[in-house]
């Protein structure tokens, strides 16, 4: 047969020799796991690092070193210093709240503080510390470190997180390590995450809900398997914990929510699949990313009423029948009768601002009467007597009705509720054309007709009953036909702050509605009917402090040395100081960002733009180019961290409450992943340019990390240091604070 060479017969000598081998070696069994290794021997490929590396095989090694890297850089000097720093004064102070289980207020939701109150509880802290001013040194037995170091791990977790992002968007090993170790030097990550803050845990979650949702596409071709239903709701998850931290996290949700749009619209175009279909993916999304989140986000505010059950400095923003869910509420039930000679205190509704209020001092302008204000706390000087016009005294308890005539005495001051018509006395701060004076008028002996006011119940008829609790009503300036008005502006220092009353024509109605707390008349028997608030289950009170929450938020107006506009973020225009050391300590913790990863993180944002703009425009001409192309995955993949840095941004643009540049981290932490991925996308065609440019760029970013490493770490630099940092003049640290202070250095 052609090609196959025939074998040539043995020869005698050739078998005497064969037979003579086999009678002289003694008989051996055959071991399968030798045959086996001299297979592997004869089969086994050459190793190729660079395929292996390619192909993910070292991804957990390098996950390891990746996070052994991080906690070596985020933990050293993690005790420095031992004094508050910043936003410790809130959120430290907030520990102790929860301690001692007293009530409080606070726009953000519970879960973070939560959480390092649970640390600083399992190191034994009993909420003795009040960590009242930046600077104030912490005492021994006070977990500072370890409240600390919960978040600095946190921050560690998130390094694995950025690398496992960007292997699952379908980008390269090379590029996910780069992007750990970038994540892991941006001082401004890491300085926030070193501190009993808020950032850390909201960083952390969002990280995780974008690596799930990242995960979750990988399976958009196996629906309803078990990995598919295990990222999506890991992505529900994680919309729950990180809105339950700050409302920052609900522009996760707006990120996830846009994108599981587009995911439902593809499958709608798609003639493949049946409504049927659709609708078990639109209720598995529904599940997933409504039903959990919002299951997880009102699970920790009823932890946290739990916690808190008693009163406490945040009940004077709720109204009273929440105060009335404390087990030391203070509310005593009142007579539900109201009469003339009742002493009464009336209660603002809309605002909780407090109750009607008077003291001993006057106006500093206008009429400079006697002041008439809304007091959040129980005085005695809330107390109202109710009189009729007629001067007339009551030897029989007679009811007050709606439509009725009274006046109002102060019954400290013994000044009547007045108001008048004249233009020249306008309110302290509210001077508009319909806003017109309240004050305090005349004593006992003097009868006044603008102190005559109408008692108008809202929805009930002339002549019905008012009673105590159950009533709302206006009180209507007979002569000036204003009506009793307060809002949440205050009054100046003169007049203690507290909540301005006018007389207002046409002012918001709602502001113009009361109602009577208490009452007390002694011409009712002891056995007089009594009426208390009723007590509000957990779907209202989880309403009402949200809601109170949202409008809190919504008044941090006022100014900060160190609040800045989104438009000064993306180029780092200004950061924040936020402790400078005194006595023993010189250093500074300064939020600051690492110019590497900020910057790049900027350019990226720029180009991602320019790539989308120039690939529809290279599409419209119908040509193609290797890089700017519709169908890449750096168009798909960078449009969802786009869409990502997009809704964390821009909506800080039409807030009117102050801002600082730590809102701006979530976008950080997402302009690195966006940028390493960008330069993977420039550069993945140039010969060795898609491990050498990743490499110089993480270099470049550990150095520049150790360079501003003092104002992360707090420790003592040179003043020449110091100004070596300063690359642009709007970073205005000041800098001879070093030299001047290296003499307090201890040895």
């Given amino acids: 047969m052609q090609g196959v060479t025939k074998r040539q017969p043995r020869t005698k000598k050739e078998k005497d020799n064969v037979s003579e081998k086999i009678h002289k070696q003694p008989e051996k069994l055959v071991d399968n796991n030798d045959i086996n290794t001299e297979e592997n021997k004869i089969h086994k490929k050459p190793t190729n690092f660079k395929n292996d590396l390619l192909s993910g095989a070292y991804d957990d090694k390098l996950v390891i070193i990746l996070t052994i890297f991080a906690l070596l850089v985020r933990l050293p000097h993690i005790n420095n210093p031992k004094q508050v720093v910043f936003d410790e004064v809130h959120f430290g102070g907030f520990a102790n709240k929860y301690i001692s289980r007293k009530f409080f207020m606070d726009v953000h939701p519970p879960l973070a503080k939560l959480m390092i109150t649970y640390v600083s509880k399992l190191f034994m802290y009993n909420g003795s510390f009040p960590f009242k001013n930046i600077g104030d040194d912490i005492p021994d037995g006070v977990p500072y470190i370890q409240m600390r170091l919960f978040n600095a791990l946190l921050g560690v977790a998130l390094v694995p997180i950025a690398f496992n992002t960007i292997r699952a968007l379908g980008f390269s090993t090379i590029t996910a390590f780069a992007t750990g170790i970038l994540v892991t030097c941006e001082n401004s990550l890491a300085t926030q995450s070193r501190l009993i803050l808020l950032d850390a845990p909201l960083l952390f979650f969002t990280g995780l809900t974008l690596l799930s949702w990242a995960k979750f596409q990988q399976y958009q071709k196996k629906p309803f398997s078990n990995e598919w239903w295990q990222w999506l709701a890991l992505t529900g998850v994680g919309l729950g914990f990180v809105s339950s931290v700050k409302w920052v996290g609900l522009f996760s949700i707006a990120t996830i929510g846009l994108c599981t749009l587009n995911n439902l619209w593809n499958i709608l175009g798609d003639l493949n699949n049946s409504m049927k279909n659709f609708v078990k993916h639109f209720m598995a999304r529904a599940l997933c990313l409504i039903l959990i989140p919002v299951s997880i986000y009102t699970s920790f505010f009823y932890i946290h009423f739990l916690v808190l059950n008693k009163t406490g400095t945040g009940v004077s923003f709720m109204s009273p029948e929440f105060q009335t869910t404390f087990v030391n509420a203070t509310i005593p039930p009142t007579q539900l009768r109201v009469g003339y000679g009742s002493e009464i205190s009336i209660r603002h509704i809309n605002t909780n601002g407090g109750y009607l209020h008077s003291h001993g001092s006057n106006y500093k302008t206008g009429s400079k009467q006697q002041q008439i204000t809304c007091y959040s706390h129980r005085d005695t000087n809330n107390i109202w007597i109710v009189e009729s016009i007629d001067n007339s005294t009551k030897s029989t308890f007679q009811q007050l009705k709606n439509g009725d005539t009274i006046r109002l005495l102060h019954k400290t001051t013994q000044r009547r509720l007045h108001s008048h018509g004249n233009d020249e006395f306008k309110p302290p701060v509210s001077q508009q054309d319909f806003q017109y004076e309240a004050t305090g008028y005349g004593n006992p002996n ?185 169908n890449s995955i750096y168009y798909s993949k960078g449009g969802f961290l786009f869409t990502a840095y997009f809704w964390h941004y821009f909506p800080f643009f039409v807030m009117g409450r102050q801002l600082f540049i730590h809102h701006y981290l979530p976008c950080v932490y997402i302009t690195i992943l966006l940028f390493t991925v960008s330069l993977e996308t420039i550069f993945k065609n140039i010969k060795h340019g898609n491990w050498i440019v990743p490499l110089l760029v993480s270099i470049l970013s550990i150095i520049s990390f150790y360079i501003y490493s003092p104002f992360t770490y707090g420790t003592f630099m040179t003043t020449k240091h110091c100004k070596s940092m300063r690359l642009r003049s709007t970073w205005d640290w000041d800098c001879d604070y070093y030299d001047k202070n290296a003499h307090k250095l201890k040895k």
């Avoid at 709302?472 to 507290?498: E, M, Y």
């Avoid at 200004?574 to 350019?603: C, E, M, Q």
């Avoid at 419209?620 to 700017?628: A, D, E, P, S």
């Fill in 446 to 630: 003097t009868v006044d007709s603008n102190d005559h006011w109408r008692i108008d119940v809202i929805g009930a008829k002339k002549g019905d009953p008012v009673e105590a609790i159950n009533s709302r009503f206006r009180l209507i300036h007979v002569n000036n036909k204003c009506s009793l008005f307060s809002h949440t502006v205050k009054l100046p220092d003169w007049g203690f702050s507290q909540q301005e009353v006018t007389c207002a024509k046409n002012g918001l109605k709602k502001n113009t509605i009361w109602l009577i707390e208490s009452s007390k008349n002694s011409l009712l028997d002891n056995n007089a009917e009594l009426v208390s608030y009723k007590k509000p289950n957990f779907i209202q009170k989880f309403i009402e402090l949200n809601t109170v929450m949202w409008n809190v938020n919504k008044g941090l107006t006022s100014s900060h040395p160190y609040e800045s506009h989104p438009s000064s973020w993306l180029f780092l225009r200004r950061g924040i100081s936020f402790w400078t050391g005194k006595k023993d300590y010189v250093g500074r913790i300064y939020l600051t960002g690492n110019p590497v990863s900020w910057y790049g993180g900027a350019f990226a944002v720029l180009f991602y733009i320019g790539f989308f703009s120039l690939s529809h425009l290279i599409e419209q001409v119908h040509r193609k180019n290797k890089i700017f192309d519709t």
